[in-house]
Nanobody, 129 residues
Framework: QLQLVESGGGSVQPGGSLRLSCAAS????????IGWFRQVPGKEREGVSC????????NYADSVKGRFTISRDNAKSLVYLQMNSLKPEDTAVYYC??????????????????????WGQGTQVTVSS
């Protein structure tokens, strides 16, 4: 079965850290850029970060720049999102997606994911005191 599986979510206090992982099953990540987006009920989906196929390019939404770091290990078919200095407004379900390309879009101050072929079921991140 071809799928992505996210893990690493949980509940943390403001200022805390979490590392999300995105694992590919049934296909190789090498051919795709990988992006992370988050969804809060009642709000628009927000592209948070993305990384190119060879890790040569990364992009971040303004809301997470300087706090989140995306990385990938193609040999292990894993992509990571290190989230530091978490804020209550980071609370959301986080999804990873295998995409054809991605870029920062200044119109929305976020990351645009283009041509998503696969995405996961999401992992909940809750930041609360």
């Amino acid at each position: 079965q071809l799928q992505l599986v996210e893990s690493g979510g949980g509940s943390v206090q403001p200022g805390g850290s979490l590392r999300l992982s995105c694992a590919a099953s049934g296909f190789t990540l090498d051919y795709y850029a990988i992006g992370w987006f988050r969804q809060v009920p009642g709000k628009e989906r927000e592209g948070v970060s993305c990384i190119s196929r060879n890790s040569g390019s990364t992009n971040y939404a303004d809301s997470v720049k300087g706090r989140f770091t995306i990385s990938r290990d193609n040999a292990k078919s894993l992509v990571y999102l290190q989230m530091n200095s978490l804020k209550p407004e980071d609370t959301a379900v986080y999804y990873c997606a295998a995409v054809r390309s991605c870029t920062y879009y200044s119109g929305s101050y976020s990351v645009i994911l283009i041509g998503a072929d696969y995405w996961g079921q999401g992992t909940q991140v809750t930041v609360s005191s």
